[in-house]
């Protein structure tokens, strides 16, 4: 038998007032996929990604994690699922009044995994992990760059070891340096660690650096859930403009060896 996806939702649909975003959408996430979402503003991306984690719920429709409906049962097998996937927010969602090692340990204290002596050690390790060094331990969120806020943002994220990682424009505020340098950090700890992860872009680049499948979400459903390549084969106009247009050609081009 195989495995039940990591990820599956079946005709999920979303309303808000009358206001209609998601109408059916199915998906399902294999283990060890990198997804990448992508859609036009106002396609419900980030919506979908909130129903994922448990923070809203469908108006319609099944989300199923691990083969396991996330946000039904007993209290202890929803916090049990919760350990098993970790989220980086946009803008990196830190605690301000935290220093980044307290920020690191934060869902390691609430989920009395460890005690204070393992929580110093995994921080170490976490921090390690995301490239940043012993001393950025105790600089508080607004001492930090763009850059740092997102691997502080994502070691906190990998801090309860999770199969799954969920990205919210991972790279958006960052400059084309900072950012290929995180997507490059991204790729490697989802190589060494086995990690399935599902990540809303916008960004050409980063897709086709990091992404082992595309799931296009347009007209209130899933158009096309297909490699990279695939994916360029579809006739539909927001695939057209994504990809064809200028700045998807040359980050296509770039990730290809072009020029």
């Excluded at 906190?156 to 950012?179: I, K, M, Q, V």
Aim: aromatic residues 4%.
């Amino acid at each position: 038998m195989s495995a039940a996806p990591v990820i599956e939702l079946r005709d999920v649909v979303t309303r808000f007032g009358r206001n209609l975003v998601h109408d059916g959408v199915d998906l399902a996430v294999a283990a060890g996929e990198v997804v990448a979402l992508v859609g036009g503003s106002g396609s419900g991306k980030t919506t979908l990604l909130r129903h994922i984690i448990g923070l809203t719920r469908p108006s319609a429709g099944t989300v199923r994690l691990f083969g396991e409906p996330l946000l039904d049962g007993p209290a202890e097998r929803v916090r049990a699922l919760q350990r098993r996937f970790g989220v980086l927010f946009q803008q990196g969602a830190l605690f301000s009044a935290f220093s980044v090692a307290e920020n690191i340990a934060f869902p390691l204290r609430e989920s009395r995994v460890a005690n204070e002596a393992e929580i110093r050690d995994l921080v170490a390790l976490k921090l390690a992990m995301v490239e940043l060094e012993p001393a950025h331990a105790l600089l508080k969120p607004a001492e930090l760059s763009g850059g740092m806020v997102k691997r502080v943002a994502l070691a906190r994220a990998l801090a309860l070891e999770p199969e799954l990682l969920l990205l919210d424009e991972p790279t958006a505020g960052l400059d084309p340096d900072r950012s290929a340098a995180f997507v490059a950090l991204i790729r490697s700890l989802q190589r060494r660690l086995g990690l399935t992860v599902v990540l809303v872009t916008h960004d050409v680049d980063t897709l086709a650096a990091l992404a082992t499948r595309v799931a296009v979400l347009g007209e209130r459903r899933i158009l096309s859930y297909a490699t990279l390549d695939d994916t360029l084969k579809v006739d539909h106009p927001f695939i057209r403009r994504f990809f064809h247009g200028e700045h998807g050609r040359r980050a296509l081009a770039r990730a290809q060896g072009g020029d």
